[in-house]
């Protein structure tokens, strides 16, 4: 079960650039569910994408800003954000593809899952994380959740954000207003999802609407075995970068070599899968020569759009390797 007292969250009213604000989040999700008058549906609003245990209360207090916090994070849904480039018929389609796959995949009734369009550019999908026992909050908990939605996104072949698994990402709240669209960020059931037009959808979403968060579903193995396998990938990432460090550290540098999966990224790129996982990993690598990002980017942006990453994954991944490997973008 997840550690006791992870159920912190914070909220941002207004510009995403504003205050936040420490709130308990499953009431705060509850309250912008429900339309109450407290969220201020109409206003713009985000809640963060995961919850956290009483570290991070104490952290937000002293500091005033989530900025710096490495502590423990945790959270009762797997979330995917579904932009598409900006192609609002594409990114249906990938929304209906990845909601389709996640119900035949674990068994699961199709109004189990949270699905929102956003009000600007595409869809949120949540799946509840009670399906594996609601996992433990830890510091690697956000690693294994994007490791997880990347690789469920990829064996579904359907483009994904995949810059929304920091650790103190931001997330468009329920019924709250888009202030560029004026849209709502609205909840469709599965069947409105899959039957409904996008101009239909478009026009629900002029004006917030209540509804009902779905009851928590028990464990499903299957989801339990994914998770787990993620949660294992993570560790061994880590501990295979760690020592990577520490020979680098040792050896002032001389140690650094280009390894063969990195050229093979630069050479022919990567299948539906690995696509994600092999460009950080490359990123990372040239991380370790003190590549510069506009070098990384030059070296592995062509093959990595070859395999079928959009040009804002692109960057994101490349970005994200860099600095795991303490390279500077």
């Not at 797997?78 to 598409?84: E, G, H, K, R």
């Not at 389609?93 to 595409?122: M, N, P, Q």
């Not at 294994?144 to 996104?153: D, E, P, S, W």
Request: aromatic share 8%; proline share 5%; with cysteine.
């Amino acid at each position: 079960m997840m550690a006791e007292h992870a159920s912190y969250g914070f909220r941002i009213l207004g510009s995403c650039a504003g205050e936040r604000r420490l709130v308990d989040w499953p009431a705060a999700l509850a309250g912008y569910a429900e339309c109450d008058e407290r969220a201020e549906v109409d206003r713009e609003g985000y809640l963060s994408a995961f919850t956290y245990p009483i570290e991070f209360r104490d952290y937000l207090t002293t500091h005033r800003t989530t900025k710096g916090y490495s502590g423990p994070c945790g959270g009762d849904w797997l979330w995917w954000d579904i932009d598409a480039d900006c192609d609002l018929e594409r990114a249906t389609s990938h929304a209906r593809r990845l909601c389709a796959g996640l119900v035949e995949r674990y068994d699961i009734d199709g109004d189990t899952l949270l699905v929102f369009f956003s009000g600007a550019k595409g869809y949120h999908v949540g799946l509840p994380l009670s399906l594996c026992s609601t996992p433990s909050a830890s510091t690697a908990f956000h690693q294994v959740a994007k490791y997880l939605a990347i690789h469920l996104a990829e064996s579904m072949n359907v483009a994904i954000d995949v810059g929304v698994y920091d650790r103190v990402r931001a997330f468009r709240a329920p019924n709250s207003r888009h202030p560029r669209t004026g849209l709502h960020k609205r909840h469709l059931t599965l069947d409105e999802l899959l039957g409904m037009k996008l101009d239909a959808v478009l026009r629900l979403a002029k004006a917030p609407e209540p509804f009902d968060l779905p009851d928590n579903p028990p464990a499903n193995d299957r989801l339990v075995a994914d998770w787990q396998t993620a949660a294992e990938a993570v560790e061994y990432e880590a501990a295979a970068l760690a020592e990577r460090r520490a020979a680098l550290r040792a050896s002032g540098g001389a140690d650094a070599t280009l390894n063969r999966v990195t050229l093979e990224f630069i050479r022919a790129g990567a299948t539906h899968g690995d696509r994600h996982r092999l460009l950080f990993s490359a990123a990372a690598n040239l991380a370790e020569f003190g590549c510069p990002a506009p070098l990384a980017l030059a070296l592995l942006t062509e093959s990595a759009l070859d395999s079928g990453l959009t040009p804002s994954d692109v960057r994101r991944q490349i970005e994200c390797g860099l600095d795991a490997a303490g390279g500077a973008v």
